[in-house]
């Protein structure tokens, strides 16, 4: 009987242990600081040096009460993803706050699923267990919610208003999330595919032109698909940032970076060139005369 019992305790602490082992993995690098990756739990963000920001910020936020006592009515109701890094400033101002508001609204942390993405070039906002796959993670905070299985609505990066006034907009769905122009073309590259856009870009252009606030929007939603290796669809977002911001060197640097980064030297070259139309540097002009003198282009 001693045996048996003792049998139990040690599949229940191997159970146990598993589980815990599951949450909030540690990535140690020399090159920088330590970051959570995968998925983590409240218990893993105050640790260590986590929880220099964690309890700190989650303490000084004071949520509306009258915006808690709506969301008790109806947050039991949800799921919730959130996507963060705990190396990015927005997530650790962002995510302290929304944990505060979910204790505040006696919400069931059961019901959040916490996910840490990494910030290296390899696997940029992804994380290690696929979880960011097909869910359009370019900025984070991205904060999920779910009825019935189904997303609802999300926010991006930062709340309009404030969390607990964009979470009850978003239960009385009248909430527009941020960067419309990266839903907008993730939307359009997932139905149609980099051909369609590419044939009908100034069309597209025409569409997104009020849509999009700066260039940084597009240029940071095409790193995150570059690094998934979505290769195609990454340069063709890039090539309509140069069609929405025609006038700014940036853009075409970008353009030409990945080009290069691929291995396609000529239309490195090509926007490079373009790039000193607007900004005419020593650096770039370097950097195309290298490269024009590479054997295969002689």
């Not at 039991?76 to 993803?81: A, D, K, L, N, R």
């Not at 607990?164 to 993730?186: G, H, R």
């Not at 369609?196 to 849509?211: D, F, P």
Request: aromatic share 12%; with cysteine.
């Amino acid at each position: 009987m001693k045996t048996i019992i003792c049998f139990i305790i040690t599949i229940i602490l191997s159970i146990y242990t598993l589980f815990s082992q599951s949450f909030n993995h540690e990535n140690n690098t020399k090159e920088a600081s330590p970051i959570l990756l995968g998925k983590i739990n409240k218990e893993g963000l105050t640790q260590g040096s986590y929880n220099n920001w964690f309890t700190s910020n989650y303490e000084q936020y004071t949520p509306k009460q009258g915006s808690i006592d709506s969301l008790k009515a109806h947050l039991s109701e949800y799921t919730i993803t959130l996507f963060m890094g705990t190396w990015c400033g927005d997530s650790k101002r962002e995510v302290p706050r929304l944990y505060k508001i979910l204790d505040s609204s006696n919400f069931s942390l059961d019901r959040l699923t916490t996910i840490a993405v990494d910030r290296s070039k390899e696997a940029y906002k992804q994380s290690p267990g696929g979880e960011h796959e097909g869910l359009n993670i370019h900025r984070v905070p991205s904060i999920l919610f779910y009825k019935n299985g189904k997303e609802v609505n999300r926010i991006v990066e930062s709340p309009k208003k404030t969390l607990e006034e964009d979470i009850l907009a978003i239960f009385s769905k009248n909430y527009t999330p941020n960067y419309t122009s990266v839903i907008f073309m993730d939307n359009i590259l997932s139905t149609k595919g980099a051909s369609y856009v590419s044939k009908n870009a100034k069309k597209i252009v025409r569409q997104l032109h009020n849509q999009t606030e700066n260039k940084y929007e597009l240029n940071t939603y095409a790193n995150v698909l570059f690094y998934a290796h979505k290769i195609e669809e990454a340069i063709t977002v890039l090539s309509i940032n140069t069609l929405l911001f025609s006038k700014d060197a940036t853009t075409y640097i970008n353009l030409a970076d990945k080009y290069l980064y691929n291995k396609d030297t000529i239309n490195a070259i090509k926007y490079y060139k373009k790039s000193l139309e607007y900004a005419d540097t020593a650096e770039i002009q370097n950097k195309i005369n290298e490269l024009s003198m590479l054997p295969d282009l002689e």
